[in-house]
Every structure is written in structure tokens, then in C-alpha cells.
């Protein structure tokens, strides 16, 4: 290994690590956003309802109803 060999850094890495450097609050940013919408605890009782209350859909969605007084 060389003497003047250095670790390789993406363009990527380094977009990110200079972000960082110049917002240091990014990631925090970025976790009470998260928490908005994905870190919550489920209501089981409240999903397990959504779940009975479903209407099953019909096998041809836009077939008309035919009753028996149009036959």
C-alpha cells in the first residue's frame, strides 16, 4: 500500500457529511419527522375494527346490479 493512499469517499458520502457539517441539527430534523407518521403505537382495537367495518369488492367492479325486475 502506498504511503500517499487514502480511503475512498463517494460524492455522495461527502454530500452528506458536508450537509451534516453545515445543518448539525439535520438529524434530528429528520427523526421528529419520522415521528409524525411512522413512529407511533397501533391501536388494535381501532384496527381490528377498520378491518370488520371492510366491504369485500366484487369480482367485476363495474358490472351493473341486475335485480330481478329487469330480467
Keep these: 500500500m502506498p504511503l500517499f493512499w487514502k ?3 463517494s460524492e455522495i458520502t461527502q454530500f452528506i457529511e458536508e450537509l ?3 445543518k448539525p441539527t439535520l438529524e434530528a430534523e ?5 415521528a409524525l407518521l411512522w413512529d407511533r403505537q ?3 382495537d381501532a384496527q381490528a375494527d377498520y378491518g370488520e367495518a371492510q366491504v369485500p369488492q ?3 367492479v363495474y358490472q351493473t346490479e ?5 330480467k
Design 20 to 22: 451534516k457539517a453545515k
Design 58 to 60: 366484487k369480482a367485476y
Design 66 to 70: 341486475v335485480g330481478p325486475e329487469s
Design 42 to 44: 397501533i391501536d388494535r
Design 30 to 34: 429528520q427523526r421528529a419527522g419520522r
Design 7 to 9: 480511503p475512498y469517499k
